[in-house]
């Protein structure tokens, strides 16, 4: 019993130090709206990368605002990016997800380089939620049994 | 990361071809990797970097490693790890923008994948899947009965 308490704190103590040394290094590849934000902007020119959960609010013409959490940003469609813009936009719905690369503009928003609508994400949280409540419904069956096979 | 119904049924069908019995476990493992960072993120999107090794190959080895423990046995372990390893190599075959999977992570910051298709994908080969694993689960549970029944000859 002592073995598989040391077990469990030491994997824990080990998933707690890989947590902060990622959350305090962190990678250069991805940026998110809050950290951007709580910098107070960053840059004018510095490339951003906004890949996780990110979901699109209000669409307009050329611009749409990005909102990770309560953190929102303005992005806009610069001319080179207009025919994929016009092409993708007929799909989108306020709360979709979107990746994108951009560059930071002052005072205070994002000029799109590369974007991609993740059209059908929501369909597929939803999906994802009916197979871990099966998956769920098994292991709790299987707890319950005993077996551990 | 494919939709967790292509994660199950592929683990699901990867286990039946190797192993006659199945075990939840490997399942579990199959969508652990999601269900211990995704929550995380869609709900609070500033704790990326924080639950970011919970979906590489070490972090994995500790949360297979903690609850094989928790349960007191090694079959769970090596269950979940395997479900788990399977997880990551599918989530390989994805393409994203920017910063995909750290599997060096914590030695390196290095990124790895395929680039073969966008992470919602695999939303198009759904019908196919769900179609296999009704299949699959009708073989298994006429498997069950024809053991359970007593011959009668």
Same mark, same amino acid.
């Given at each position: 019993?002592?073995?598989?308490?040391?077990?469990v704190?030491?994997?824990? &103590? /080990? $998933?707690?130090? &890989?947590?902060?040394?990622?959350?305090?290094t962190?990678?250069?590849?991805?940026?998110?709206?809050?950290?951007?934000?709580a910098?107070? /902007? $960053?840059?004018?020119?510095?490339?951003?990368?906004?890949?996780?959960?990110?979901?699109?609010?209000d669409?307009?013409?050329?611009?749409f605002?990005?909102?990770? /959490? *309560?953190? *929102?940003?303005?992005?806009?469609?610069p001319?080179? &990016?207009?025919?994929?813009?016009?092409?993708?936009?007929?799909?989108?719905?306020?709360?979709?997800?979107?990746?994108?690369?951009?560059?930071? *503009?002052?005072? /205070?928003?994002?000029?799109a380089?590369?974007?991609?609508?993740?059209?059908?994400?929501? &369909?597929?949280?939803?999906?994802?939620?009916?197979?871990?409540?099966?998956v769920?419904?098994?292991?709790?069956?299987?707890?319950?049994?005993?077996?551990?096979? | 990361?494919?939709?967790? %119904?292509?994660? @199950? %049924?592929?683990?699901y069908? =990867?286990q039946?071809? @190797?192993?006659?019995r199945?075990?939840?476990?490997?399942?579990?493992?199959?969508?652990?990797?999601d269900?211990?960072?995704?929550? #995380?993120?869609?709900?609070?999107?500033?704790?990326?970097?924080?639950?970011?090794?919970?979906?590489?190959? @070490?972090?994995?080895?500790?949360?297979?490693?903690?609850?094989?423990?928790?349960?007191?046995?090694?079959? @769970?372990?090596?269950?979940?790890?395997?479900?788990?390893?399977?997880?990551?190599?599918? !989530?390989? #075959?994805?393409?994203?923008?920017?910063?995909?999977?750290?599997? #060096?992570?914590? #030695?390196?910051?290095?990124s790895?994948?395929?680039?073969?298709?966008?992470?919602?994908?695999?939303?198009?080969? =759904?019908?196919?899947? %769900?179609?296999?694993?009704?299949?699959?689960?009708?073989?298994?549970?006429?498997?069950?009965?024809?053991?359970?029944?007593?011959?009668? !000859?």
């Amino acid at each position: 019993m002592t073995v598989r308490i040391l077990g469990v704190v030491s994997c824990l &103590l /080990g $998933l707690a130090a &890989l947590s902060f040394y990622s959350a305090r290094t962190g990678s250069a590849e991805v940026d998110t709206i809050p950290e951007i934000i709580a910098k107070g /902007g $960053l840059p004018n020119g510095q490339e951003v990368a906004l890949t996780s959960d990110v979901k699109i609010t209000d669409i307009g013409a050329d611009r749409f605002v990005a909102q990770q /959490g *309560r953190a *929102r940003i303005g992005v806009l469609i610069p001319a080179q &990016l207009k025919p994929t813009w016009e092409e993708t936009k007929p799909g989108i719905q306020n709360g979709d997800y979107v990746s994108l690369r951009a560059i930071y *503009r002052a005072p /205070g928003y994002l000029e799109a380089r590369e974007f991609h609508v993740h059209k059908g994400r929501r &369909l597929k949280i939803w999906v994802s939620l009916v197979a871990l409540l099966v998956v769920g419904l098994l292991i709790v069956k299987q707890v319950r049994e005993g077996s551990n096979a | 990361m494919p939709d967790l %119904v292509t994660h @199950v %049924v592929a683990g699901y069908g =990867l286990q039946r071809a @190797v192993w006659p019995r199945l075990s939840p476990w490997f399942l579990a493992g199959a969508v652990l990797p999601d269900v211990i960072t995704r929550p #995380f993120t869609i709900l609070w999107p500033g704790s990326y970097w924080w639950t970011m090794p919970l979906h590489t190959p @070490v972090g994995l080895l500790l949360v297979c490693a903690a609850i094989g423990f928790l349960r007191g046995r090694r079959s @769970v372990f090596l269950n979940l790890g395997g479900g788990a390893l399977l997880h990551s190599f599918l !989530d390989l #075959f994805q393409a994203h923008l920017a910063g995909s999977y750290y599997l #060096f992570f914590p #030695f390196s910051w290095r990124s790895v994948e395929v680039d073969l298709m966008w992470p919602e994908t695999s939303l198009y080969l =759904l019908p196919l899947w %769900v179609v296999l694993g009704i299949w699959l689960g009708i073989r298994e549970l006429r498997g069950r009965r024809v053991v359970a029944e007593p011959r009668t !000859d």
